[in-house]
């Protein structure tokens, strides 16, 4: 492949993308396209548009699974991306010696790549660019980018938000500390408050003996002759309606007064005799309900008992591991172990219209991705107390010399056959390396520290409007070494 048609491949590729992302950021100013409406779109394509691409290409992209063996690499390189980026980020941090809590917000939101929708946006464009990935690039591209969220969406979960959530315990603990502090000095303030309020009641009491102003005699006698007339009064009104209850009772009619409580009485005893009946049907229910009760909470103390033992940023991983583009993923590769049900739903087989009706969902995943992309960036460089040169020099080394060092490597395996000598293979891994941060940063910080929300969202600008050149000439390197081997 020549150099000038790589180029005009590449330049092809971005320019999509810059299209679709452009036009995300106009909407924010001409549709309304807010921060509200992009938080649930962006539900909306997590779970419904970006699952079904990922079990569609993970599903159709290999025959058995033993070629998923011969993928071994990519989680490797999930690690020796993350490894690379992460500690030379936070060097860069501790040479400029910012402050332990920015330190983090600046490591968080530009060490971890975005890992599945600009690869999954590339490899889309490229494929209908060139025709150097052969036929199903695009279904193999997006199954190696499926493998490779394994392991990278499992760093960032139980790594990277351990790694951010110290903020949020420090700033707690500070937040305590000062309610404590608080505290004990309004407890401080009551206390003299109430040793003032009794030594005024002392210093009255003695000015009351010394002008001696006791209780007068006649206000006793006043409120005893008081007391005693309002008796009189209350005796005197009950023995009236004592003698007004006699009178109604002898003026009725003794016969219907006996009706009445024969009546009253056989009414008794027939709920007495149809109480037991009552009860006995409702006796199983009864002790089928506490045993249910009984069991479910023997299982939540056993659960409970379990979970005490697993460290919390385990826990708090294996619940962000289960989100729908990864269950997505091993649902794919559980239809790769049963072939027979994959063929039925996508190989022209009795079902394969809903193999198609999921490809049709998953095909705006993309557009959709690249759309929201553009309405978050609409806020631009909020600010921050970060120095220019600083984010200069970060971006720098994570986004040119790492990308550097990674494509190295990758290509010193796939060179000597280490690798699978797909070409789509080598893109993958290549792209993934030189991807900008991830934007699950800037929400993952908004909910942990939201006092880092200026410098995240500065960071992140930076990062994307620099990816424009940065992936630019990653992507046409990679295709220049592709075609230097091929």
């Excluded at 351990?162 to 303030?189: C, G, H, P, R, Y």
């Excluded at 003996?209 to 007068?216: A, E, F, H, I, T």
């Excluded at 009414?267 to 037991?276: G, L, M, R, S």
């Excluded at 120095?387 to 490597?409: D, H, N, Q, S």
């Amino acid at each position: 492949m020549e150099p000038l048609l790589i180029i005009v491949s590449t330049f092809n590729a971005i320019f999509k993308l810059v299209v679709i992302s452009v036009a995300g950021f106009l909407a924010t100013y001409t549709a309304h396209f807010d921060t509200t409406i992009r938080r649930g779109y962006s539900t909306l394509v997590f779970q419904y548009f970006v699952p079904a691409i990922i079990f569609t290409q993970t599903a159709t992209s290999v025959e058995r699974i033993n070629t998923l063996a011969d993928w071994w690499y990519l989680p490797i390189s999930a690690i020796l991306i993350n490894g690379l980026a992460f500690p030379s980020i936070f060097f860069v941090a501790k040479i400029f010696k910012l402050d332990r809590l920015t330190t983090r917000v600046f490591v968080y939101a530009i060490s971890f790549g975005n890992t599945m929708y600009i690869p999954l946006a590339l490899v889309d464009s490229i494929t209908s660019e060139t025709t150097l990935f052969g036929l199903n690039g695009k279904d193999r591209g997006g199954a190696y980018i499926c493998t490779f969220l394994l392991m990278s969406t499992l760093i960032y979960w139980v790594f990277g938000y351990s790694f951010i959530q110290k903020n949020q315990i420090e700033t707690e603990n500070i937040e305590n500390d000062e309610n404590i502090v608080i505290t004990a000095t309004t407890l401080n303030n009551d206390s003299l408050i109430e040793e003032n309020k009794q030594n005024e009641d002392v210093i009255n009491t003695f000015k009351a003996v010394l002008n001696d102003k006791q209780p007068s005699e006649e206000y006793e006698m006043k409120e005893e002759i008081k007391n005693n007339e309002i008796k009189e009064n209350e005796s005197t009104s009950n023995d009236n309606k004592k003698s007004q209850s006699s009178f109604e009772l002898t003026t009725n009619d003794p016969s219907k007064i006996e009706e009445h409580s024969i009546i009253n009485d056989s009414e008794i005893d027939n709920t007495k005799i149809n109480q037991p009946s009552s009860s006995t049907n409702f006796t199983y229910f009864k002790l089928i309900q506490q045993s249910s009760k009984r069991i479910i909470a023997q299982l939540k103390s056993i659960c409970s008992i379990v979970l005490s033992y697993i460290p919390l940023p385990i826990k708090r991983g294996i619940k962000n591991l289960c989100t729908p583009p990864t269950i997505a993923t091993l649902l794919g590769i559980l239809l790769i172990l049963m072939y027979p049900v994959r063929d039925l739903l996508f190989n022209d087989g009795k079902l394969a219209v809903i193999g198609r009706s999921l490809k049709y969902l998953g095909s705006a995943a993309v557009i959709s991705a690249l759309f929201i992309l553009g309405g978050n960036l609409s806020t631009g460089p909020k600010g921050g107390n970060i120095k220019w040169y600083v984010i200069v020099i970060a971006l720098f080394v994570r986004m040119v010399v790492v990308p550097v060092i990674c494509i190295g490597i990758h290509f010193t395996l796939w060179w000597y056959n280490i690798i699978p000598s797909d070409p789509m293979y080598f893109f993958v891994v290549c792209i993934e390396s030189c991807t900008p941060p991830a934007l699950n940063s800037a929400i993952v910080v908004n909910i942990v520290y939201p006092k880092g929300n200026e410098q995240c969202s500065s960071l992140l600008f930076w990062a994307y409007l620099t990816s424009l050149f940065t992936l630019s000439i990653g992507m046409i390197g990679t295709l220049q070494l592709i075609s230097y081997k091929c």
